[in-house]
Structure formats: structure tokens, C-alpha cells
């Protein structure tokens, strides 16, 4: 059974920075994958913010890149996306997300199997 456990919300005054970690048991690092964040705000569609391969092949959503930094260690079996300069447009409650797939991520917009409960960041100003 697979399971997505993230942790690393918080909240933040503008400006500032939040690591978020996904630790992931059940779900095998060695096969070909696609793990990524996404968040949603409530009344809102699900935007998806970030994607990793496992080549470490990367994508981001517009409004992140140069901001954000997703990750991973494989050792660890844990998903990280670093958030810096956080804005106020940046609350929202963030999920990890993953696949198998041999075809890696080809965007932000993709379809996962497997979800996180969410965890919360607030960005104040």
C-alpha cells in the first residue's frame, strides 16, 4: 500500500522560506516514476506546481520558476519542494503526488495514481 506522507507547512510572512518534505513508503524509488506537487485552495481548481522525474528531469508552473525547487532523494525515499520568496498568492494546501511512469513528466499537468492528505502553507502579508 502505498503511502504519501507530507509534512513542512506552516505559515510565513511574505518574503520568506518553507521546505516541504513528502516521505513515501510502498512506492518503489528504483522504478521509473513521476512525483510532483500540486495545491489547491478551496473553490479552486487543482494547479499543479512542480514535477520530478526520475532522471531528475523537472518541470514548474509559471508562476513558481525561480522561486520554488523541487527534489528528491532517493535514498530516502523523500519528495521536497523548497519554496523561497513566498508571496501572499502563494497560501494554499499542497500535495505530493505520484506514478510509475517510463515516460517521465512531461509538465505539471499530469495525471497521478497516488496523493498526499495536503499540508497547509500560509503566506501573510
Known amino acids: 500500500q502505498v503511502q504519501l506522507v507530507e509534512s513542512g507547512g506552516g505559515s510565513v510572512q511574505a518574503g520568506g522560506s518553507l521546505r516541504l518534505s513528502c516521505a513515501a513508503s510502498?512506492?518503489?524509488?528504483?522504478?521509473?516514476?513521476?512525483m510532483g506537487w500540486f495545491r489547491q485552495a478551496p473553490g479552486k481548481e487543482r494547479e499543479g506546481v512542480a514535477s520530478i522525474d526520475s532522471d531528475g528531469s523537472t518541470n514548474y508552473a509559471d508562476s513558481v520558476k525561480g522561486r520554488f525547487t523541487i527534489s528528491q532523494d532517493n535514498a530516502k525515499n523523500t519528495l521536497y519542494l523548497q519554496m523561497n520568496s513566498l508571496k501572499p498568492e502563494d497560501t494554499d494546501m499542497y500535495y505530493c503526488?505520484?506514478?510509475?511512469?517510463?515516460?517521465?513528466?512531461?509538465?505539471?499537468?499530469?495525471?497521478?495514481?497516488?496523493w498526499g492528505q495536503g499540508t497547509q502553507v500560509t503566506v501573510s502579508s
Open positions: 510502498g512506492f518503489s524509488y528504483t522504478r521509473n516514476k513521476c
Open positions: 503526488a505520484a506514478k510509475y511512469w517510463p515516460w517521465g513528466c512531461d509538465s505539471v499537468s499530469w495525471s497521478p495514481n497516488y
